[in-house]
C-alpha cells in the first residue's frame, strides 16, 4: 500500500477540482467533486506506479498562511 499527499485546489472558472502530488511527476488530475477527484488521482497514480516507484523530487511539508499588514 501506498500513501500519497495531494494539493487540492479549485479552479474559479472552471469550478473543478484539481489535485497533484507535490514532487511526483505526472500525477495529477481533475474531478467535479472531491470523490471523482480522488477515485481519478489514485487511478492516475496506480498507472504511474506500474512503471515502478518514484524517486519524489519534492517532500510536502505543509501549508502555511501568510498575513500582510
Request: proline content about 6%; some cysteine.
Amino acid at each position: 500500500m501506498h500513501s500519497y499527499t495531494a494539493v487540492i485546489e479549485r479552479c474559479p472558472d472552471t469550478r473543478l477540482y484539481v489535485g497533484y502530488v507535490p514532487g511526483f511527476p505526472g500525477a495529477h488530475s481533475q474531478g467535479e467533486s472531491l470523490d471523482e477527484l480522488q477515485a481519478n488521482l489514485q487511478e492516475v497514480i496506480s498507472m504511474l506506479l506500474d512503471d515502478g516507484e518514484p524517486r519524489l523530487e519534492t517532500e510536502f511539508v505543509g501549508i502555511q498562511t501568510v498575513v500582510i499588514a
